[in-house]
């Protein structure tokens, strides 16, 4: 017994002793490798006084850099990079760059790619429609096919993809499946053992191979694309599942919207693909990089963005796409937890005398980050920004249109995880005719929803105006 006593008392001094020594490092790290003063004080405050509970959450949403991913991303992974060079020097494709877009121009140098002519975009509303249009691809490739998405559930939806994927395969199309291991938690082993059986290659993305870095489950890959041939791509708001068609069990009607690209802006889009196999394979996969055939001549660009660029990309894009509008700046996404950067742009573009106009869901799916939501209404309302709430249904779709110019589709969402810490993808479009589809789709949303003001919160309850203050507490993360 007394032995036990003793050992006991060892413990009581050195667990917590190590806790607090474990924080004061994260506090150091956090420091020194915080992206936002919002974030690095409340995570330098969580540690100190409670290192109990931050030291374990800091281990898996800690705000450093994912260090061995930039370091690979920005400088180690040379044919990736060379492929880059490769393309941008392409005399053909340099025939086929965009020069009249002075003013968006500097939406090229995020992602050192410019605007491309010859393509022809697709606006694909909703999942029946996004879908259809991406099996039908699917059934027409004769060389490869790249797939990589966040979300793919195993269930009806699911398994006829898996189905298509094998078909191709079986055919002797050479197909390559990437998914992220967060998003994607819930794919079965047997649905990944059925892709490889059948001679599908398949990647999970990881962010980190350093075991630390192994633990964030904060960094997510939230790209959605598909690649036939490249030829022709597909990016959007859609994962792969039943509730994406509108047979969940929540919501009757999921409102996305994808965007089909055939042309030479799915070369970018495949470099995306490619930089994220490589990373989670270590190998190149066996795709071409001849300019596709002309199927139009609309301008388009492709611009992927994370947390492994030299610089905050995803936000840069957002902020400068908002600070170009002088008529109208109408933005929809599903989870609007804007920085102080995006909040000023907002106001100063209203302020500047254009419309701007957020939509987001009336029915969340994530209730936290729908109250975090709220708590920014009277910040842009008192410049004259004006938010609304779409009715039918669950909106999910990531669009933003700026005066009669730029039409912007993708996965990103209008909130930190996606502006500093997912890995997403938006394409961009000037063509007026297609500018002309997206404003009578939005026109549409629009019409489904409801004005959202100040009063509005004022007369909810005293819980749900506790809820929105409390969940803006925890905005870094959402």
Not at 277 to 297: H, I, Q
Request: some cysteine; hydrophobic content about 45%; proline content about 4%.
């Amino acid at each position: 017994m007394p032995v036990i006593h003793v050992v006991a008392e060892y413990w009581v001094v050195i667990v917590p002793t190590i806790f607090h020594i474990l924080g004061l490092c994260f506090i150091f790290d956090t420091i020194m490798n915080g992206r936002t003063s919002q974030g690095t004080i409340a995570w330098v405050m969580a540690l100190f006084f409670f290192p109990y509970i931050a030291v374990f959450l800091y281990l898996f949403f800690g705000a450093r850099r994912i260090k061995d991913y930039s370091v690979a991303h920005q400088y180690s992974v040379t044919d990736i990079h060379h492929l880059g060079k490769t393309l941008q020097q392409d005399h053909r494709l340099q025939e086929l760059m965009e020069a009249d877009i002075s003013k968006i121009d500097i939406f090229s140098h995020i992602y050192h790619f410019p605007f491309m002519k010859g393509n022809r975009a697709t606006l694909l509303i909703d999942g029946e429609e996004t879908f259809a249009s991406i099996f039908e691809g699917l059934a027409m490739a004769r060389n490869y096919i790249l797939v990589q998405f966040f979300i793919i559930h195993p269930d009806s939806l699911g398994n006829r993809f898996k189905a298509a994927l094998i078909e191709r395969a079986k055919a002797g199309v050479k197909v390559y499946f990437l998914y992220d291991r967060i998003g994607s938690v819930c794919l079965s082993r047997s649905y990944i053992r059925e892709l490889k059986a059948s001679g599908v290659q398949v990647s999970v993305f990881r962010v980190g191979r350093q075991w630390i870095n192994r633990l964030h489950i904060n960094f997510r890959n939230h790209r959605k694309i598909v690649v036939v041939d490249g030829e022709k791509s597909w990016v959007g708001g859609h994962n792969v599942g039943d509730n994406y068609l509108g047979k969940g069990r929540k919501f009757s009607h999921w409102r996305d919207t994808h965007v089909k690209v055939e042309g030479p802006a799915t070369l970018p889009v495949q470099l995306s693909f490619v930089e994220d196999w490589y990373w989670a394979s270590g190998k190149l996969p066996e795709v071409s990089w001849d300019p596709p055939p002309l199927y139009g001549n609309e301008p388009a660009l492709c611009i992927p963005t994370g947390p492994g660029d030299i610089v905050e990309s995803g936000s840069l894009m957002m902020v400068q796409a908002i600070n170009t509008a002088t008529s109208r700046c109408w933005i929809m996404t599903p989870y609007f937890v804007p920085d102080v950067a995006v909040i000023k742009a907002l106001q100063l573009a209203s302020i500047r005398g254009a419309d701007v106009r957020i939509l987001i869901p009336a029915h969340p799916d994530k209730r936290v980050v729908w109250w975090a939501a709220h708590s920014y209404l009277s910040e842009v309302a008192v410049a004259g920004v004006r938010m609304y709430t779409y009715n039918n249904g669950f909106m999910h779709q990531k669009v933003f249109l700026i005066d009669d110019k730029v039409a912007g589709i993708g996965t990103a969402n209008l909130d930190n995880r996606s502006l500093r810490i997912n890995f997403e993808i938006t394409m961009l479009f000037t063509d007026p005719a297609f500018v002309k589809k997206v404003d009578a789709m939005c026109r549409t949303d629009f019409a489904n929803s409801t004005a959202l003001t100040t009063d509005d919160v004022y007369r909810r309850s005293i819980f749900f105006r506790l809820a929105i203050r409390a969940a803006r507490l925890f905005s870094p993360i959402l």
